[in-house]
């Protein structure tokens, strides 16, 4: 039982590249999250998803897109890569609950990303 | 507006010692309180949650945590600290507008 897996693990790229970051889930959790992880910021919510075909904003979307076609796969997209986007991003998933951000998220192994 | 603390960036203790890890937050309503803990170049684990009912919660690898009100505080605690718990640990909180938010971390060093 694979889980929760993210593809690559690291990634170096150039300014204005176009990079696709990948999340698979084996578990059919119907939500799904975006994280990226900066010193001094903690985790911060790009883009979450709460079944196939349904995406929305985090805390920090600009930059971003994602899509959902389905439900085990959540690709996190940078159309045109920036140096501060270099970070740590997670995927994560959850089951379906009485509430979206109060039970417990599954998190994948991250993916490094260094744009330069 | 919803807040989550952790007040110290680090925390060091001695292998076989009590531990505490902070946590205090502000939010509408009743909270959510969640323990993540990060341990290196891996993905975070959930350790244990607060939903409602007992204040003392338990959660993986002997960790256990308060919900104290009052004070505004979910605390993480361990009895007897292992150099193995060293990683960095994560405060989340969710509120009535249910958006989940995290602490900054703490990193924990456990000395042998």
């Known amino acids: 039982d694979a889980g929760i897996t993210q593809s690559p693990r690291y990634k170096i790229t150039e300014t204005g590249r176009q990079v696709t970051l990948m999340c698979h889930q084996t578990w059919s959790h119907s939500y799904m999250f975006w994280y990226r992880q900066d010193l001094g910021h903690g985790l911060r919510l790009i883009y979450y998803?709460?079944?196939?075909?349904?995406?929305d904003k985090g805390e920090v979307p600009d930059g971003y897109v994602v899509s959902r076609s389905k439900t085990e796969n959540f690709p996190l997209t940078l159309e045109s890569a920036t140096r501060s986007q270099t970070s740590v991003y997670f995927c994560a998933s959850k089951p379906v609950s009485s509430g979206m951000h109060t039970d417990t998220q599954y998190f994948g192994p991250g993916t490094r990303l260094t744009v330069l | 507006a919803q807040s989550v603390a952790q007040p110290e960036d680090q925390v060091n203790v001695a292998e076989g010692n009590p531990l505490t890890v902070k946590c205090t937050y502000s939010?509408?309503?009743?909270?959510?309180l969640f323990w993540y803990v990060q341990y290196p170049n891996r993905g975070l684990q959930f350790l244990l949650k607060?939903?409602?009912?007992d204040n003392l919660v338990k959660g993986s690898y002997g960790f256990e945590a308060e919900f104290n009100k009052s004070q505004t505080s979910f605390h993480l605690k361990k009895p007897s600290a292992l150099v193995s718990d060293s990683a960095l640990y994560f405060c989340?909180?969710?509120?009535?507008?249910?958006?989940?938010?995290w602490g900054l971390g703490t990193s924990l060093a456990v000395n042998p």
């Open positions: 607060y939903i409602t009912g």
């Open positions: 939010v509408s309503g009743n909270p959510y």
């Open positions: 989340a909180v969710s509120g009535n507008n249910r958006k989940l938010i």
């Open positions: 998803s709460a079944a196939a075909d349904i995406t």
